[in-house]
């Protein structure tokens, strides 16, 4: 049981470079979301989905795009990458409790720099 | 004012004291809360679940207090390992959906 996983752990880019963060996870969860962390700031929701084959936008939602083809994958697009997406993105998932058993379980994380 | 706010620190504590931690949230609808531990360049990783009754795991105890919108993190006889930033996160729905609120976490050191 490897709960959520997420690849590449690190990645360089170039400014107008595109590329795909994979994010997996093995607990059947429905809910799965995509993070981006910054110095100073607390984790702020780039895009989520409810379900396979629906996404929704977050709070910090430009510049990236999402597909939930299954349901145990869920990937962030970056179609052109800028230096303001230079930061650490983690991967979360969360099974369908309402009040209890809601907590959300989280990747290890990709430094993304962007140049 | 922030949804969710937190004293960032740091708090430096020596190897076997007690510190608390407060996070206030400012949505009085909000639902669940939850404390996450976060390493150094790791991911956050769920500590506990702050539920009305309190609640309390080995040497930490969590509180949440309604009424003027708080939660609280005590942590006895602190360890070295302890030392890292604890998030707090209030969970609340929005036009049905279930949002989550992270605050910015606050930093503790265990000093030797």
């Known amino acids: 049981n490897a709960g959520v996983t997420q690849t590449p752990k690190f990645r360089v880019l170039k400014t107008g470079q595109s590329m795909t963060l994979l994010c997996a996870q093995d607990?059947?969860?429905?809910?799965m979301y995509w993070y981006r962390q910054d110095p100073g700031m607390g984790l702020r929701l780039i895009h989520y989905?409810?379900?396979?084959?629906?996404?929704a936008k977050g709070e910090v939602p430009d510049g990236y795009n999402v597909s939930r083809l299954k349901k145990q994958n869920f990937l962030l697009g970056l179609e052109s990458a800028a230096p303001s997406q230079t930061s650490v993105y983690f991967c979360?998932?969360?099974?369908?409790?309402?009040?209890?058993?809601?907590?959300?379980?989280f990747g290890p994380g990709t430094r993304l720099t962007v140049l | 004012r922030k949804e969710v706010e937190q004293d960032p620190g740091p708090f430096n504590v020596p190897e076997g004291a007690t510190v608390a931690f407060n996070c206030t949230y400012s949505n009085s609808a909000s639902q669940s809360f939850f404390w996450y531990r976060q390493d150094c360049r790791k991911e956050p990783k769920l500590l506990m679940s702050?539920?009305?009754s309190g609640n309390e795991d080995g040497r930490f105890t969590a509180q949440l207090n309604r009424a003027s919108q708080y939660i609280s993190l005590l942590i006895r006889d602190s360890k070295l390992s302890d030392s890292a930033t604890y998030l707090c996160?209030?969970?609340?729905?929005?036009?049905?959906?279930?949002?989550?609120?992270f605050g910015t976490g606050t930093r503790l050191k265990v000093l030797a």
């Open positions: 979360a998932s969360r099974g369908q409790g309402l009040l209890r058993n809601n907590e959300q379980f």
């Open positions: 607990m059947n969860h429905e809910y």
């Open positions: 989905s409810v379900g396979e084959g629906t996404t």
């Open positions: 702050v539920y009305s």
């Open positions: 996160v209030v969970m609340g729905t929005t036009s049905g959906t279930y949002k989550y609120i």
